[in-house]
């Protein structure tokens, strides 16, 4: 069975920071690079960070997130995380992680239909 678990989202202040978790299991996750888009109220899913395969060696970053976020990956937990160091209230919304076998990580981060599979998504919520 092919599942992604999400988990760390949240309510935070702004300013504050928040990890979220995307655990894979029921296939080599480790060959599949990872995406997270998110999707505020009334608003389009866009893609928020990549991050390619293996190794993870090449990223991808929104412009808006650039220097705030930060993407990386855990093989060895067959995790990746997406790390909001600093937060605004135009982050909040629903965060979900997917994965796709794919080389080009601006085509996985603008793309959604490459994308293979969903985590359950995970609110975050940011206040002043």
């Known amino acids: 069975q092919v599942r992604l678990v999400q988990s760390g989202g949240g309510l935070v202040h702004t300013e504050e920071f928040l990890t979220l978790s995307c655990t894979g299991s029921?296939?080599?996750?480790?060959?599949?690079?990872v995406a997270w888009y998110r999707q505020a109220p009334g608003k389009e899913r866009e893609g928020v960070a990549c991050?390619?395969?293996?190794?993870?060696?090449?990223?991808w970053h929104l412009d808006s997130v650039r220097g705030r976020f930060v993407v990386s990956r855990d093989n060895a937990k067959k995790t990746s995380y997406l790390q909001l160091n600093i937060v605004k209230p135009e982050d909040t919304g629903l965060y979900y992680c997917?994965?796709?076998?794919?080389?080009?990580?601006?085509?996985?981060?603008?793309?959604?239909?490459?994308?293979?599979?969903w985590g359950q998504g995970t609110q975050v919520t940011v206040f002043s």
């Open positions: 029921g296939f080599n996750m480790d060959n599949y690079a």
């Open positions: 997917g994965v796709a076998v794919v080389a080009n990580q601006y085509h996985l981060c603008t793309r959604p239909g490459i994308v293979d599979a």
């Open positions: 991050i390619s395969s293996n190794d993870g060696r090449t990223t």
